[in-house]
């Protein structure tokens, strides 16, 4: 019997349209030969395993909990917010603000606390989820340091094992000074771009490339010149 007569008894993986068991087998399939789509678990494991963490802190909305402890909930969220207004033309300026106390510069603040990229996530969520706009700033953050980890020792080896570098790539963004400083999350960020910096100075010493030394470093010193300052 001619199956092609018959639009129903052709199998579904040669029938046209999006089906999810093609969809899926395909995807499996790519990540399977491609030499590193694991590293993408560098990003998801710790970010989950950091998340189920919050959750059994009986984490907001699921609890009491919240990601605001020490200096984050007595200076910093209140920085998030008035970068949030800012981003909102509700603040008074960027160089200056009436809201600190009697008034005081807000550019310093911004270098110090505010400069990295992800900090403008908070504009992305509600005046009053800035807690949850905090704690998915600290997940990415964590989930791209494992990621950049992950990367430099893939690049690093001939023959990628890749369970081992998916292990010390969870180890690196799970680290104690990873979790300890959480609350200092403007200190984060060296931590991911330190494996970019790392592989872009031995790109500079060894085969002369430059452009991902410079850019690596450039960036940790503008988002915190502080740990940038120890990076260098």
Sequence with gaps: ??????????????????????????????????????????????????FAVYLTRALHPFGDGTPLVLDLNAQYVYFFEGLRNLVYGDADSFLYSFSRSLGGE??????????????????????????????????????????????????????????????????YALSAYAIVQQHNTMWIDALIWLPLFAYGLEGLVYRKKYKLYVISLSVIMICNYYIGFMVC
């Design 106 to 171: 807000f550019m310093g603040m911004y270098a110090y606390y505010l400069a990295s990229p992800l900090s403008y996530i908070v504009a992305l969520f509600p005046q009053d989820r800035i807690q949850e706009a905090i704690l998915t700033i600290i997940l990415l953050k964590t989930g791209l340091s494992g990621l950049t980890f992950g990367f430099y020792l893939h690049k690093k080896s001939k023959n990628p094992p890749k369970l081992t570098i998916f292990t010390f790539a969870l180890m």
């Design 1 to 50: 019997m001619n199956n092609s007569a018959n639009p129903s008894l052709i199998p579904e993986e040669r029938k046209g349209g999006f089906h999810p068991k093609r969809f899926l087998k395909d995807l499996q399939q790519k990540l399977y030969l491609s030499p590193s789509a694991y590293l993408a678990f560098c990003f998801l494991v710790p970010v989950i395993l950091m």
